[in-house]
């Protein structure tokens, strides 16, 4: 079944230029995109989206880490688009993910892991929410329907 999920590129691969390579990687999995926006997290708004880490001992870091700078927030679709991603990208633990997962590929601690995605169709749901609204999410993004010939003016 078609679902979709959240990802968001975070603020080590923004900052060292991997944006257009991941983005690559991620479309040649045949994920599209149907929705993407920068922004840069406040510290409440981090605090919020992680909220269910709010006890564990990395929490702090992981909030300094992702509100540092900009980061890339998307909407994913595809057939099984919620495991297909987690599997794409890879272990928490860049060390421990498979060859050529994105973590893998520019992870570089598990607090600078390159990238997040939702872990349950639930989550990606609330995920989603929590950045967009649904008019910000396109509905038929591929169907652009292109004449086959210029037309003169
Ligand atoms: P992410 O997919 O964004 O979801 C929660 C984040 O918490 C996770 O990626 C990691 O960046 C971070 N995280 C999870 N476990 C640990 C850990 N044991 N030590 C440090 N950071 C962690």
């Known amino acids: 079944m078609t679902n979709r999920t959240l990802s968001i590129l975070k603020p080590n691969v923004v900052a060292k230029h991997h944006t257009g390579e991941i ?14 926006k ?18 564990r001992p990395f929490f702090r870091n992981l909030n300094l880490f ?3 700078g900009p980061v890339i927030v998307m909407v994913l679709e595809k057939e099984n688009a919620v495991a ?6 890879g272990d928490t633990d860049p060390q421990k993910a498979e060859k050529n997962t994105i973590r ?10 390159a990238i997040h995605a939702s872990d ?9 929410s929590f950045f ?3 008019r910000e999410i396109t ?3 591929y169907l652009l329907p292109i004449p086959e010939k210029e037309i003169d003016a």
């Not at 349950?120 to 989603?128: D, G, H, K, V």
């Open 23 to 36: 983005l690559t990687l991620i479309e040649k999995q045949g994920f599209r995109i149907i929705a993407l």
């Open 38 to 55: 920068m922004l840069q997290f406040t510290t409440i708004d981090a605090a919020k989206f992680y909220s269910i880490h709010k006890n």
């Open 66 to 68: 992702m509100t540092a």
């Open 84 to 89: 297909d991603f987690r599997k794409m990208i």
């Open 104 to 113: 893998s590929l520019f992870g570089e601690s598990k607090t600078r892991n």
């Open 120 to 128: 349950s169709e639930e989550n990606a749901r609330q995920e989603i």
């Open 132 to 134: 967009f609204s649904e």
């Open 139 to 141: 509905e038929k993004p």
